[in-house]
């Protein structure tokens, strides 16, 4: 592995390596299932597929603090020399994640992968700031509710839209988040979103403050963020628009030119 994954797990307080038995995946299977509480039958990665990507070649991973596992990252080899990044959870700020996906690079380079790739909801901010701006991806193409309508307890029902993301593994990682100096097409007033008549070569797209609170307490606001967000950032991108940052206040930068 490279410093930087090395030094990242040290600062996270654990130890990363691949899991290659059954006992381990079952450990991956229960802590995804603690952290997405998903419905039965819903479960994020199947034991049947981790059993599958590991044998094959794909990267199914745990951060271990002691005997604890508090975090893993599931992923297949997929076209262009790239690995797909299907699922990685982790206990909550602890920096354990941000140690996952640097792992995940050390072991995608040393096989000579090209890239990563993985799809994030565009409402969550949070997860939009880590990999924009922590890890320096970036958004490649809208998928429009790309697995169905999700029904677990970060989901609630929501529609699945999702951005890919892509990380060029050739470049440093890590990026910039910088402070909002352009207009903005979409704007939140009062946690909810107003679509502008804004038009230029670089607009902003605002991000609900907190979606996953919002879709509990107000599933209609929830609705209403996912269209406006869909039309303002899907729309755009869909015509060759493109997203090249993130600002300090959680918008994402995108550019037309």
């Known amino acids: 592995m490279t410093d ?9 307080g654990v130890v990363i390596r691949e899991l290659r038995e059954f006992a381990e995946w079952e450990r991956v299977y ?22 599958a990507f590991s ?24 076209a262009d020399r790239t690995l797909h990044s299907h699922v990685t959870g982790a206990v909550m700020g602890r920096g354990v994640g941000h140690a996952l996906k640097l792992h995940q690079r050390a072991w ?8 990563i ?8 901010r949070r997860n939009a700031h880590f990999n924009l701006v922590k890890l320096g991806a970036r958004p490649e193409a809208y998928l429009r509710s790309f697995y169905g309508v999700m029904v677990d307890a970060i989901n609630e029902g929501d529609e699945s839209d999702r951005l890919l993301a892509v990380w060029h593994l050739a470049e440093p990682p890590g990026g ?20 502008t008549a804004v038009r ?14 919002l879709r509990r307490e107000d599933p209609a606001a929830a609705r209403e ?33």
């Open 4 to 12: 930087l994954a090395a030094e990242a797990a040290a600062r996270g």
């Open 176 to 195: 910039e988040a910088v402070a909002p100096a352009w207009p903005s097409a979409l704007e939140a007033v009062d946690e909810r979103p107003v679509v």
């Open 225 to 257: 963020w996912r269209l406006a967000v869909r039309e303002a950032l899907g729309g755009p991108l869909g015509q060759g628009a493109r997203v090249t940052g993130f600002t300090t206040d959680g918008k994402y930068i995108l550019n037309h030119r």
């Open 30 to 51: 229960r802590l995804f299932d603690d952290i997405w509480h998903p419905e039965p039958g819903n479960a994020p990665v199947p034991m049947e597929l981790l059993v």
């Open 55 to 78: 044998h094959t070649g794909g990267y199914v991973a745990g951060a271990f603090e002691g005997d604890a596992l508090v975090g893993a990252s599931v992923g297949f080899l997929a």
């Open 117 to 124: 790739t993985w799809t994030f909801d565009p409402l969550v």
């Open 200 to 213: 230029g070569p670089v607009v902003l797209v605002a991000t609900p403050r907190d979606i996953e609170t």
């Open 108 to 115: 995608c380079r040393e096989r000579g992968l090209d890239r």
